[in-house]
T-cell receptor
Framework: DAKTTQPPSMDCAEGRAANLPCNHS???????VYWYRQIHSQGPQYIIH???NNETNEMASLIITEDRKSSTLILPHATLRDTAVYYC??????????FGTGTKLQVIP | DGGITQSPKYLFRKEGQNVTLSCEQN?????MYWYRQDPGQGLRLIYY???????QKGDIAEGYSVSREKKESFPLTVTSAQKNPTAFYLC??????????????FGQGTRLTVV
C-alpha cells in the first residue's frame, strides 16, 4: 500500500505559485520524501527530495513539517508546461518503492 | 550516457500470447522495478529485484514473470494468464539501501496493446 495521501486534482493559474500537499503520517526516520511528476505517456521525472529540512532547487521548493508527517511541493511560478501528475513518495533503506495515485495539476492560462 | 532503456516503446500482442518487455540499465544499480500504469491511474508495482538472481512480487504480480540473471537486465514477461494486459509499463532502478538515484530512476515506458 502507498504510504502517502495526496488530493486527486488541483488547478493553478499560470504565473502563480502551485502548492501541492502530501500526507505521510507513517514516515519513519530513515525515509526520504521524494517528488516526481509525470507528463502524459512519459516516464516520471524527478523533481526534488528531502529528509527533514526544507529544500530548494531550480524546479521547486519542498517544505517538510517539523514532525515530518506532511510536506508541500511548491512550484513558484507555474507555467502551462507544469501541467502533469505529481507523485509524492517516501522511500528509505531496503524497501520496495510504491506510488500512490498522485495529484493531477492543471495550470490554467 | 547512463540511463535506463526500455524496448520496444510500443508493442502489440494477440490474445493468448506471451510477450517479453526489455529493461536494461547501465547505472550499476542493484535494484530494479516494474510498474504498470492504466489510463488515469497511478503506478502499481508488479515485481522488484534488489539483487541479481533474486526478485519479489509486488502488489499485482499475477500473470507476470521476471528474471534477473544479470545486474543490467530485468525483463518482464506478460503471460497469457494476465487477463487485462493492455497498459503502460515502466521500469525503474535504484541503489538499495540508499536514496533513489535522482538523475535516471525511470525508463520511458512500453505501451502494450492486446489486439
Amino acid at each position: 500500500d502507498a504510504k502517502t495521501t495526496q488530493p486527486p486534482s488541483m488547478d493553478c493559474a499560470e504565473g502563480r505559485a502551485a502548492n501541492l500537499p502530501c500526507n505521510h503520517s507513517t514516515i519513519s526516520g530513515n525515509e526520504y520524501v521524494y517528488w516526481y511528476r509525470q507528463i502524459h505517456s512519459q516516464g516520471p521525472q524527478y523533481i526534488i527530495h528531502g529528509l527533514k529540512n526544507n529544500e530548494t532547487n531550480e524546479m521547486a521548493s519542498l517544505i517538510i513539517t517539523e514532525d515530518r508527517k506532511s510536506s508541500t511541493l511548491i512550484l513558484p511560478h507555474a507555467t502551462l508546461r507544469d501541467t502533469a501528475v505529481y507523485y509524492c513518495i517516501v522511500f528509505g533503506g531496503y524497501q520496495k518503492v510504491t506510488f500512490g495515485t498522485g495529484t493531477k495539476l492543471q495550470v490554467i492560462p | 550516457d547512463g540511463g535506463i532503456t526500455q524496448s520496444p516503446k510500443y508493442l502489440f500482442r494477440k490474445e493468448g500470447q506471451n510477450v517479453t518487455l526489455s529493461c536494461e540499465q547501465n547505472l550499476n544499480h542493484d535494484a530494479m522495478y516494474w510498474y504498470r500504469q492504466d489510463p488515469g491511474q497511478g503506478l502499481r508495482l508488479i515485481y522488484y529485484s534488489q539483487i541479481v538472481n533474486d526478485f519479489q512480487k509486488g502488489d499485482i504480480a499475477e500473470g507476470y514473470s521476471v528474471s534477473r540473471e544479470k545486474k543490467e537486465s530485468f525483463p518482464l514477461t506478460v503471460t497469457s494468464a494476465q487477463k487485462n494486459p493492455t497498459a503502460f509499463y515502466l521500469c525503474a532502478s535504484s541503489i538499495p539501501g540508499r536514496r533513489i538515484n535522482t538523475e535516471a530512476f525511470f525508463g520511458q515506458g512500453t505501451r502494450l496493446t492486446v489486439v
